[in-house]
């Protein structure tokens, strides 16, 4: 423990002018001696088709107190030092609740993470993050929806695990073959921005999750995800819709609503809806596998 500690202490004085960075104490502490927490029922063989990708697995307990004190070392090093970083520390694969967090740590991150990750630990007050994603099909809706039901289940990270930055194409251009276990390409990437300058156009902070205010009124879909603030802006991600009708259990008012295609970028025309007995019907544009719906009182 001795020369580790030299080793972070020296990190943290070398890096501390820079503040682009924060400090992940260890990557999957789980991965070679985990604890064993939860059988994942609810996944498909598809998207996950590994046996691996069916359990949620977390640190032991020597590894948690060995990651206290490594970001216990971290603060005592910064006290005397003129910038402050954020430590984040990786809790498991897929979700887990975070029952006993580290006062240190300020980020906790999730790999291949379910919007039920962040929506289960928003009482902590802390940034959620999805760091890794992968080992799945390649294809954009895949990745995309990922993003998009974490970001809008109250995530506050999202970084995609992109193989297409390589030695030699610095610039996200080298094409990504079937035995690599990512996704990435310049054009997903523009998705990406896509979901980002949506969601900044919200005062987000104000915001939680609640899938309770939506529902099909004619037809039916499958995963969806709602960001809220109740009864003034609401961010809605659906896909795989099925039928041409949502209902939205929203305060009486009027509201503006507006369709974003998250592969295009491209808005319907906005328009104004009137929920009566908290009640308001909407109809569902054609899409191909996705869209998003911004919805903001008048």
Known sequence: MGIQEKYVRQVIRE????GNLFFEIQNEPWSDNPKFFEKITET???????????????????SLEWQKKIAKIIV?????LPNKHLI???????????????????????????PD????NLGLKKAIGLDETGFMPQVDFLYRSQAWKFIL????????????????????????????PG??????????????NFVDGFDFIRMKPDNSILQANKGQFV???????????????????????????????????EWLNPVSGMTTKPEKIISRNGKAKLACPEFAEDIALRIVRL
Do not use: C
């Open 15 to 18: 890096l501390n002018t820079f």
């Open 44 to 62: 498909d063989t598809l998207t996950h088709p590994a046996p691996w990708q069916r359990i949620v697995e977390t640190s032991n307990s020597a």
């Open 76 to 80: 005592d090093e910064e006290k005397g």
């Open 88 to 114: 984040a520390q990786n809790i498991a694969n897929f979700r887990n609740k975070i029952e006993n967090p580290d006062p240190n740590v300020s980020i906790f991150n999730f790999h291949y993470a379910y």
């Open 117 to 120: 990750a962040a929506s289960a």
């Open 153 to 180: 289940a109250g995530g506050a990270l999202y970084n995609n695990l992109d193989f297409s930055f390589t030695v030699g194409s610095e610039d996200g251009s080298y094409p990504i073959d079937a035995k690599t």
């Open 183 to 196: 996704w990435g390409h310049a054009q997903y990437r523009k998705q990406l921005k896509i979901m980002k």
């Open 223 to 257: 995963p969806f995800q709602v960001l809220a603030e109740p009864g003034k802006q609401y961010a809605i991600y659906l896909e795989k819709v099925v039928g041409n009708s949502i209902l939205l259990n929203i305060p009486n008012g009027e509201y503006r609503v």
